[in-house]
């Protein structure tokens, strides 16, 4: 039975994953599978991948064979190089202690470039939160600057405006005035006319009792 080393698909639209199995050749991409080797999230940076490492070693020395993208995951965590030290302790090239020398070697230097890698990323976005911030920052003093000025504006206007709502205003106040004026001189003859009848009917009384006492 042909064995081959692919990724399954999973997740939604948008945001998938994939998880690295060993299946029949001829069964569906997403269709029953033999063993789960592992995973890969590419939504990540850089992308996750969890892998079974002995039994993925396991089945490429059986023959299995991978896909393209599943060959790229293996080799980058280490698979395929393991593979070929083995081959050569095999052959005789070296032995056992040599190649685990060979493959610690390999791993160390694979972990201190992810590490600088993620390192760089981090700093990446360090930069551009702070670049963010920065112009946000900008913004706010180019909108307070506009908002002290409009107020300015109107201090200015209202300390000494001449504008039509301020003289709006004073004709407002100068009509309000002339009319209540016009209300006085129209009340004006009745207050005199109401003088008059009071000073007539004391003048009567103070008579009336002139000629009493007399």
Known sequence: MPVKIRLQRHGRKGYAYYHIVAADSRAPRDGKFIERIGS???N???????????????WLQVGAQPTDTARNILSDEGVLLKKHLLGGVKKGAFDDAEAEKRFEAWKKDKE?????????????????????LSAEEKIKKARAAEVAKKRADVVAAVAGDTSPAVEIAEETVEAKATEVAAEVVEQAPAV???????????????????????
């Open 44 to 58: 990540t940076n850089p992308a996750t991948v969890d892998l079974k490492f002995d039994r993925a070693l396991y």
């Open 112 to 132: 201190n470039t992810v590490a600088k890698t993620k390192d760089q990323l981090l700093a990446e976005k360090h930069a551009k939160t702070k670049e963010r």
């Open 40 to 42: 890969y999230n590419p």
């Open 192 to 214: 005199e006319e109401k003088v008059s009848e009071v000073v007539k009917e004391t003048a009567a009384e103070v008579t009336e009792e002139k000629q009493a006492t007399e």
